[in-house]
Structures are given as structure tokens and as C-alpha cells.
């Protein structure tokens, strides 16, 4: 079925240094989503993203985030600084734009795992 | 905001058995999913239904909408069955991200 990747699968890096994850969602999706599962905890949404604007946001979307997808290629996770609590599993998810009000599915990547030491 | 509540938060079945998981969540979800995720965390979608009853395989999803509830039950559980079961709650916003809850964690014994 459709698969969503994401580049890389872990990543360590230094308190306050800048960190990018990647996400190559399913090719003909428009909406994509990126979600924080802290380890031993639930996953909680971060933020959505459409038509190159942030649609939806929650509290966990700290100003020192952001995510864009320049020119159609990868949907992007920047966290500059990152900090010791950012240390999660990072799962971005795509689906097919609405229609008729009825959702499409969301199809899940694998995750980064990132720790900050 | 969003709140789903997963029960049991464990299970412990005998190879053969039948689980029933449950999810109750806070306000009126427009999809519920049930995904799998495995021990080294990444996600398997089982089953998406908004409302009523449906099957896959061994696995059947009941949500009542109206009463802000589902069920997953998986019958005749192998020991391949062991992980977590996450019920995920589609938002009543137009752009339906989820809403997870904490997940009920399989053991299936021989």
C-alpha cells in the first residue's frame, strides 16, 4: 500500500543545536501532519500543514518549530534550538485532501527517533 | 481539548483467546482508528470506521458514535498479536488530525 518515509530514522544531537527531520509522504497527498510520541507515553498531534500553510497547531508546537515543504519535496520538522524535553519519536502522516466532507485515511511514516543529550 | 480513554491499559490472553479493547473518547469524533504499534514503535493502521461495524480478518471495529465509544475485538488472539493497540480519535475540525489515546498493551501467552 501507499507508504510514507522518513529520513532518518534516528537522530543525536546537543542540547541548542538545530535539528531537521524529513518526510516523504504518499505522492498524490496534500495534507500532512506531524506527531510527538514521548517514550512510555501517548502520541499527541504537533501540527498540520496544507496548501504551504499551517492549518492546525497544538500547545506542544513550540515556537522553536516549524515545518514547511518547499516545492513539493520533503514536509520537513525544524526544531532550532532543540532542548532536552524535544527528545520523542517524530511520526509525520499524509492523506488525501477532503472531499465531501467525508476524511481520507492517514497513512503513518515509521518515525525518527530523536534524542537530545 | 480531545480526550480518549483506552481500557484495559493491559491484557494478558492464553494463545487462542478472544480481547476486547475498548476507547471512549470526549466529544464527537467524525472516525475512529485503531492502529497497531509495534515494539519498535512504528504504526500499522488495522481498521478506520466512523461508525457501525467492520471487519478484517480476525479483527472487528464497533463504534457508537453517539455514544462516544468503540470496541476492537480480535478473535482467537496468536502470540503474534502481542503489542499495543492505539485508538485514535479523528478531530471534528475540518482537517481531522488525531487524537491517541494511551494504547492497551497485548501479551499473548502460549
Known amino acids: 500500500g501507499p507508504k510514507v518515509l522518513q529520513i532518518p530514522s534516528h537522530q543525536i544531537i546537543d542540547m541548542g543545536q538545530m535539528v531537521t527531520l524529513n518526510c516523504d509522504p504518499v505522492s498524490n497527498h496534500l495534507y500532512f501532519y506531524w506527531y510527538k510520541q514521548i517514550l512510555g507515553q501517548q502520541m499527541e498531534f504537533l501540527v498540520n500543514f496544507y496548501n504551504g500553510k499551517v492549518m492546525e497547531k497544538s500547545k506542544l508546537f513550540k515556537d522553536q518549530f516549524s515545518v514547511e515543504r518547499p516545492d513539493g519535496s520533503y514536509f520537513t520538522l525544524k526544531i532550532q534550538p532543540t532542548a532536552l524535553e524535544d527528545s520523542a519519536v517524530y511520526f509525520c502522516a499524509s492523506s488525501l485532501a477532503l472531499r465531501g466532507g467525508r476524511p481520507y485515511e492517514q497513512y503513518f511514516g515509521p518515525g525518527t527517533r530523536l534524542t537530545v543529550l | 481539548g480531545q480526550q480518549v480513554q483506552q481500557s484495559p491499559a493491559s491484557l494478558v490472553l492464553q494463545e487462542g483467546e478472544n480481547a476486547e479493547l475498548q476507547c471512549n473518547f470526549s466529544s464527537t469524533a467524525t472516525r475512529l482508528q485503531w492502529f497497531y504499534q509495534r515494539p519498535g514503535g512504528s504504526l500499522v493502521s488495522l481498521l478506520s470506521?466512523?461508525?457501525g461495524t467492520k471487519h478484517t480478518g480476525r479483527l472487528t471495529s464497533t463504534t457508537v458514535t453517539k455514544e462516544r465509544r468503540g470496541s476492537l475485538h480480535i478473535s482467537s488472539s496468536q502470540i503474534t498479536d502481542s503489542g499495543t493497540y492505539l485508538c485514535a480519535m479523528g478531530s471534528n475540525t475540518g482537517y481531522q488530525n488525531f487524537y491517541f489515546g494511551k494504547g492497551t498493551s497485548l501479551t499473548v501467552i502460549p
Open positions: 470506521n466512523p461508525s
